[in-house]
């Protein structure tokens, strides 16, 4: 795996999403010299148009990120993949003509792109044929060593199994720290040499799954593999890494303080993010006020009462902050109490259902974003109610709140809509993950996919 500002990659997906961009170049170049062969024009110098070839190839790719192009289920399925490649493509062509639109001059004329689309698709495609054949979704995976047999041992080897797994385990080796629930565990006194076995399975990593780590630890044999450069994990970080969330039946307190997160460095980071949200926000309100207007009037013509929807909710280190939305429910909804959102909501109006399924009822939290109350991204805001009661279910639920509410984030992208305290759970989760690992290109990473959640709406309520 690598780490590119805290968020785990694999070196395969890093290195297939490198072709990609260089095989876009190509396919830019390759339109460009097709067409003017066809009209008779000269070729000209590379130079000249270098910096639009990599601006179109800079966007496509941006575009495949965003639809999940590099995602599990476009790994494994051509289907899949290439589905969204088509959608990746010409979301990226049609950025790339409204730019041209507005910025004429550009030597990807409107015939060059069209050609650069097919092309792009087809070598894409061909890329993702021939990466599949030769490597197989297996290249996709790491080899790893887990120290223990126990009940965690057991829960590794069926992540292992999930088809959207990132790692596969060469071997489970009982360290005798309690009875094993794996039985085909290799003893670890039939193994003379750690370091030697670790070599000779091809692993890359040991993971650390001992039931009971207290004055147990196999401090030599940790030892041995670490000088050998292969990486040894505990067992939470290896489950935070490969799930992309933090584990709450495995979390504690000490391993929250002494790994690595919240860090204090991020602060500039912090400032730039603000700089963002202020500025985004802005462009936001000016260009969206006319559509924020035609659907409030949709709204009202629909049912009575307000367009907008106004609820206290808990924002940064438990402030109480006023959020707006379009109203998407019926008036008196809620006036016996806060309550979950349902499958097909006997509450929310017709409009409502599509403003909801596009996410168009977001809009005006662009001015909670614009006032500091919130951010583009980060945990979204509970009711107060909802708080209350979820810190004293669900442990570490407060630590959410050391970072700004936000309109999208990494539990919206991972998990479907919450409409309980187990979904909950799960999202405090994916939210405890950021909260230990922003950094920017996080926020990014996030912004991106959320075009994908949008565009194949997995939850929307």
């Known amino acids: 795996m690598i780490r590119l500002f805290k968020h785990y990659i694999s070196h395969n997906v890093v290195l297939l999403s490198l072709i990609d961009l260089a095989l876009l170049a190509m396919a830019g170049e390759a339109a460009w010299r097709l067409r003017v062969a066809q009209i008779g024009v000269s070729v000209g110098d590379f130079s000249d148009r270098a910096l639009e070839i990599g601006g179109f190839a ?50 990807l004329w409107r015939s060059v792109l069209l050609y650069a689309m097919g092309i792009s698709i087809v070598v894409l495609i061909a890329n993702r044929i021939l990466s599949g054949r030769l490597l197989g979704i297996e290249a996709f995976r790491r080899t790893v060593i887990v120290l223990g047999a126990g009940e965690r041992a057991e829960r590794l080897l069926k992540l292992s199994h999930r088809e959207e797994s990132g790692f596969t385990v060469a071997a489970f080796i009982a360290m005798g720290d309690s009875p094993p ?53 505990d067992f939470s970080s290896f489950l935070e890494r490969e799930m992309g969330r933090v584990d709450l039946d495995t979390l504690n307190p000490s391993w929250l303080i002494f790994s690595d997160g919240f860090s204090a460095g991020r602060r ?124 004293e279910e669900l442990p570490y639920y407060a630590e959410r709140h050391v970072v700004k509410p936000g309109i999208t984030g990494w539990a919206q992208i991972n998990y479907p809509y919450g409409a309980s305290t187990e979904d909950a759970r799960h999202k405090l989760e994916y939210d405890l993950y950021y909260a230990k690992n922003y950094t920017p290109f996080l926020d990014i990473l996030i912004l991106l996919q959320t075009a994908r959640v949008i565009l194949w709406p997995d939850g929307a309520r």
């Not at 003379?192 to 044999?221: C, I, M, Y």
């Not at 940790?222 to 450069?229: A, H, P, Q």
């Open 268 to 391: 500039l980071s912090s400032i730039g993010k603000r700089v963002f949200d202020i500025v985004v926000s802005l462009l936001i309100l000016v260009v969206g006020l006319p559509l924020m207007g035609i659907f409030a009037l949709l709204v009202k013509l629909e049912s009575k009462g307000p367009a907008f929807f106004r609820q206290t909710r808990v924002g940064l280190y438990g402030q109480h902050f006023t959020l707006v939305k379009l109203r998407s429910m019926r008036v008196g909804s809620d006036d016996s109490g806060a309550k979950w959102a349902e499958e097909d909501d006997p509450r929310v109006t017709r409009i409502g259902r599509l403003i909801r399924t596009v996410r168009i009822d977001e809009l005006p939290q662009v001015w909670s974003v614009l006032k500091g109350e919130m951010s583009f991204v980060g945990p979204r805001p509970e009711v107060p109610a909802f708080v209350v009661d979820l810190e």
């Open 181 to 233: 629930t794996l039985h085909a565990a290799v003893p670890r006194e039939t193994i003379s040499d750690l370091g030697k076995f670790v070599e000779r399975v091809g692993a890359t990593e040991v993971v650390l799954a001992l039931q009971e780590r207290r004055n147990s630890l196999p401090l030599k044999d940790l030892l041995r593999v670490k000088t050998k450069g292969v990486q040894v994990s």
């Open 58 to 107: 800079g966007v496509i790719w941006l575009a495949m990120i965003a639809v999940g192009t590099y995602g599990p289920e476009a790994l494994r399925s051509i289907r899949f993949a290439t589905a969204r490649l088509l959608v990746a493509v010409s979301l990226g062509v049609l950025a790339i003509s409204l730019m041209n639109f507005m910025f004429p001059g550009s030597a």
